[in-house]
């Protein structure tokens, strides 16, 4: 652990690698997790929850 | 020395406030509560909190009912057939509307005029070409457009539901209106020049929603919402992701503070004076 703090920091390069890496990373898993959150919490009331009401047999070209 | 302060402190009240009654004589304010208009309730829209979106089943009976009553005579001139697209209704429904009607092309080799049908980038057609057109339909009243009139108006959502909801069978006794114009208490002045025009089983809703007076009125208010403010949703959305960043940041940035602090804080000076012979 401690070594791999060690190579992490020895290069400025990878460290600036690793933080926009993570960065890239955080915000997909951060951003499905947001969006499940939202999307639970509004559910019955956005387009994708009603559409099937409306379309027969799927609609397939939505946005 | 105490009764010259007295005299001169009393002194100098009466001419304050004689100035100040003055400064007020000099203009009249003749605005009464019933020219303001009456302020709207607040409703519980299904939009207000921080983090709900719009009811886009509602959004979808608005736009029908601004389709078969509103836009007989106000337009939407900021919403493009696009952009039910995805919130209200699907592409092919979207282009079907498009479609059903005519829009200027570009002219024939000859210059002459040419039409062709609507497409997706197209605009939702104005009920008037022009302002003067409008004014000589209504009596001389322009009706304004719907595209941001949520936006535009005190109160908001709950504005327009209360005007829509809010004509009384008849003038209270004593309000003497123009001719054409009608009595609405929600509009600044009373005297409006839209008429009534939402009643019960008006339109036929196509999820069987009945159609009584509010809940139009509810509709409608939700797509004008919507068309005033079509980033509601993706904007709420932002909002949660900004304040769980930021917050975590602050919470981060308190504790990296007292930790590179805490060892200044906590440590002790001692002065161990020079022993004297």
Known sequence: ?63 | MTQKLIVGSVGVTGLTTSYLLYQDSLTANAMTAAEHGLHPPAYGWSHNGMFDTFDHASIRRGYQVYKEVCAACHSLDRIAWRNLVGVSHSTSEAKAFAEELEYDDEPDDEGNPKKRPGKLADYIPAPYPNEQAARAANQGALPPDLSLIVKARHGGSDYIFSLLTGYPDDPPAGVVLPPGANYNPYFPGGSIAMGRVLFDGLVEYEDGTPATTSQMAKDVTTFLNWASEPDNDERKRWGLKALIVVSSLYLISIWVKRFKWQPIKNRKFRFDPPKKN
Do not use: C, P
């Not at chain 1, 960065?23 to 639970?40: K, R």
């Open chain 1, 1 to 63: 652990m401690a070594s791999l703090i060690t190579q992490l920091f020895q290069r400025n390069s990878i460290y600036v690698a690793t933080i926009f890496a993570g960065a890239f990373a955080f915000e997909g898993f951060f951003d499905a997790g947001v969006t499940a959150w939202f999307e639970h919490h509004n559910r019955g009331k956005l387009w994708k929850d009603i559409k099937g009401n409306y379309l027969e047999g799927g609609d397939e070209d939505d946005e």
